[in-house]
Each structure stands twice: as structure tokens, then as C-alpha cells.
């Protein structure tokens, strides 16, 4: 029978296997980005140093001099490191840990200091570095922080304006270029960012789709072809009972009939096992929902802590329900919540099996949820179809805690 169902899959697919989605083979085209070519988004305002480096090459040799030029190579050097980090970090698509944090802000940290040293040592076209430091900063920070942060240099800006003697029209070009540059650095790199995570959703989606049609086939063998087969299966035993008068022969092909029909069973589980999701297939629940909740950590920067303590092993259907309720709740966490932690509890006893999903971000008025959803009802519909229930406790500002639970008697 598996044959015959694989023939039919290679007739309909000359290839073979499952059809390849076109979401997968744009995903598969595109090409990663060169981080020297995202560079260029910083390095377009270098340029604007040129008639600074003017002035600074017609000063008299001096002490001051020295300073400057010192001055001037620390913060071009912190400004390409930062820049650097940046492009690197956004072509990569690595998020930085916890030690790798200080090198990532350090060079900011100098940029700031030489933004009040200079202009007292440089003079008016000091307050420039201002522009530079905006550039850096703001594609790294969300909206809000961006916008709190160019405010601060805008401020910056004019307090040493004020206290070196600055030519009001040289602060207010300064107050002009300050949220310009940052607001068109800032709007490259999050345009880029968003490309990618669009690319990286599109595939996940395909695969998603790809992993929900081979659990439909496997429903539907389950509970079609296999309990047909049953059914004769249970007739045949009926038959075979009842034929201890009858002849030799006939007694011969219920036997053979009885046989064939049981390899088709066992043929029908191994098919219905291996159409199932490949990370519990291989791994188990526990240690793919271990590996899942790492790379998710890492990805989105939120603290996951987890305490997996299954008491044997789960019947495949619930073990698929928790899989993708635990996938839909994180990712929910990682889009709303604005969480820095997210506790992961999957329990069983003989009579029960729960999964606890909680987090510590903003929260959501439940009542807003019921008209709107879609997610929650699809992972109260899946639980469901396994006998289980989803419940969900949650107020604005303490967080949002998700409840799945299954009998098992």
C-alpha cells in the first residue's frame, strides 16, 4: 500500500516527495547581504569631514594640534567600530549576548565622552561629532529610546553651543542635522532588518504549512483507512471463530486474508509515525521543545527558564498539540508582550498532562481577546481535538500566563 501511495506522490510531484512551495525556493534565492555593503548606510557621512580635516591640517603645530589629532582618530575609530558591529550584527542576524553586550555599547560610550571634550578643544565644527553619534546609536534602539536619545544630543548640542560661544546659526544647523541623520540611518537599518525577518516569516510559514499538511494526512489515515481496517480486521477474527465446522480451505484464506490485513495496520502506523513532525519524531517533547525555546532565546533576546519534567512519554497527539501551542505562545511573547522572561513548565502524571507558558511582559485586557482571538481560539480548538482545554490569565502590566491541560485517563 505504501508503494502504491508513494507512486502516487511521485506522479503528481516528478521530483518526488512533498511539492516544493515557492515561498521556500525565494527563501532559498536570497542571497545574504555583505556587511561591507550595509556599511555604506554609516559611511555615506564621512564625507562631511573633509573641511574639517581642512582646518585642522592649516593649524599651526602645536600642542593643541596633538590633541585634536588624537582627538579626531579615537572618534572616527569608535565611530567605524560601532558602525561596523552594526552592519555585522544586521547581516548576520546574531544578537548579541551577554558578554559581547560592553564591546557593542563601548564604542558609543567614547563617541559620547569626545562629543563634550571636543568642541572645547576644536571649537564650533566640534559639535559635529554629535551628527556621527546619532548615526550610530539610533538603529540599535527601539523608536522611542531613538527618539529620547537624539533629543539628549539635540540638547547636548545646544548647552555646549552655549558655553564654547557657537554662532546660533552653526547650533541650529547642528539641532537640523542631528535627527536627520539619525532618523535616515535608522530607517536603512530597520528597513533591512525588517526585509529579513519578512524572509525569515515567509519560510517559516511554508514550513508551518508543509508540517500541518502531512498532520492532516496523518489524521486522516488514522481515522479513516486504519479504523476501516479494524473494523474487517474484527470481522475476519468473527469469521474465523465461527469457522471451526467449515471447511479446510476456506478456513486457509481467512487466515491469509486475517495476516494481510494486520501488515496493512502495521504498515499504516510506521507511514502515520513517520509523517509526523520531525523535531518530536527524532527528540521527543521535552528535549525539541529545549532546543526550540534556545534558538528562540537567542533570536529575540528574552530569558526563557524552563522545567521539563514529563512522567513517561506522552500519547503522539497531545505531544503535537503542546509542540504548537508552545510555538504560537512564544511567539506571541516575542511580538506583544515586550517580556524579558518567559518560564516554560511541561508536567505529566498518570491521570494529567500540563504545559504552563508565562511571561513577564505588559499584559492585555482579556475582554479585548475574546472578540479578537484568532490564536487563542485556534490553540483552544487544537487542545480540543485532544480533550484537553487552553486557559489564559492576564492583566495590563503583570504579565500574561497560558494554561494547557489534557486528561489522560
Not at 572616527?76 to 552594526?86: I, R, V
Amino acid at each position: 500500500m505504501s508503494k502504491r501511495l508513494s507512486a502516487l506522490m511521485v506522479d503528481q510531484h516528478p521530483e518526488g516527495g512533498m511539492p516544493s512551495s515557492p515561498l521556500l525556493r525565494d527563501d532559498e534565492q536570497a542571497r545574504t547581504i555583505s556587511p561591507y555593503l550595509l556599511w555604506v548606510i554609516w559611511l555615506m557621512w564621512l564625507p562631511f569631514l573633509i573641511q574639517p580635516a581642512m582646518d585642522f591640517v592649516q593649524m599651526p603645530p602645536s600642542l593643541r594640534k596633538v590633541a585634536t589629532g588624537m582627538g579626531i582618530l579615537l572618534f572616527l575609530g569608535s565611530y567605524l567600530w560601532a558602525t561596523w558591529q552594526e552592519a555585522s550584527r544586521l547581516t548576520r542576524a546574531t544578537s548579541p549576548g551577554a558578554g559581547s553586550r560592553w564591546r557593542r555599547w563601548l564604542p558609543v560610550g567614547v563617541m559620547l565622552v569626545l562629543n563634550v571634550v571636543m568642541p572645547f578643544v576644536q571649537g564650533a565644527w566640534g559639535l559635529g561629532g554629535l551628527i556621527y553619534t546619532s548615526a550610530s546609536v539610533t538603529g540599535r534602539l527601539k523608536v522611542r529610546q531613538a527618539v529620547l536619545v537624539v533629543g539628549g544630543l539635540m540638547l547636548l548640542a545646544v548647552i555646549l553651543g552655549v558655553i564654547i560661544s557657537v554662532p546660533w546659526a552653526t547650533v541650529a544647523q547642528m539641532l537640523f542635522l542631528i535627527p536627520v541623520v539619525g532618523a535616515t540611518a535608522a530607517s536603512f537599518s530597520r528597513t533591512f532588518q525588517t526585509n529579513r525577518e519578512l524572509r525569515l516569516a515567509r519560510k517559516e510559514i511554508a514550513r508551518l504549512a508543509v508540517s500541518e499538511e502531512r498532520l492532516r494526512f496523518a489524521r486522516d489515515l488514522h481515522d479513516s483507512v486504519k479504523q476501516h481496517l479494524f473494523a474487517v480486521s474484527m470481522q475476519v477474527g468473527a469469521a474465523l471463530a465461527q469457522a471451526e465446522q467449515s471447511s479446510e480451505a476456506t478456513r486457509s484464506h481467512l487466515v491469509e486474508a486475517d495476516t494481510l490485513i494486520s501488515q496493512a495496520q502495521q504498515e499504516l502506523t510506521a507511514l502515520i509515525h513517520e509523517l509526523r513532525p520531525s523535531e518530536l519524531q527524532q527528540k521527543g517533547l521535552p528535549a525539541a521543545l529545549r532546543e526550540y525555546t534556545q534558538n528562540w532565546s537567542r533570536q529575540h533576546s528574552i530569558a526563557v527558564e524552563l522545567d521539563l519534567v514529563p512522567d513517561g512519554k506522552l500519547p503522539l497527539a497531545i505531544e503535537d498539540a503542546f509542540w504548537r501551542i508552545a510555538q504560537e505562545a512564544l511567539s506571541n511573547a516575542a511580538r506583544h508582550s515586550q517580556a524579558s522572561k518567559v518560564q516554560l513548565c511541561l508536567k505529566s502524571t498518570p491521570e494529567q498532562a500540563t504545559l504552563s507558558i508565562a511571561d513577564n511582559g505588559r499584559g492585555f485586557a482579556l475582554d479585548g481577546v475574546r472578540q479578537t482571538g484568532i490564536g487563542l481560539h485556534s490553540m483552544r480548538e487544537r487542545m480540543a481535538g485532544v480533550g484537553g482545554t487552553v486557559t489564559i490569565q492576564s492583566r495590563p502590566g503583570e504579565g500574561t500566563r497560558l494554561l494547557a491541560c489534557c486528561k489522560l485517563v
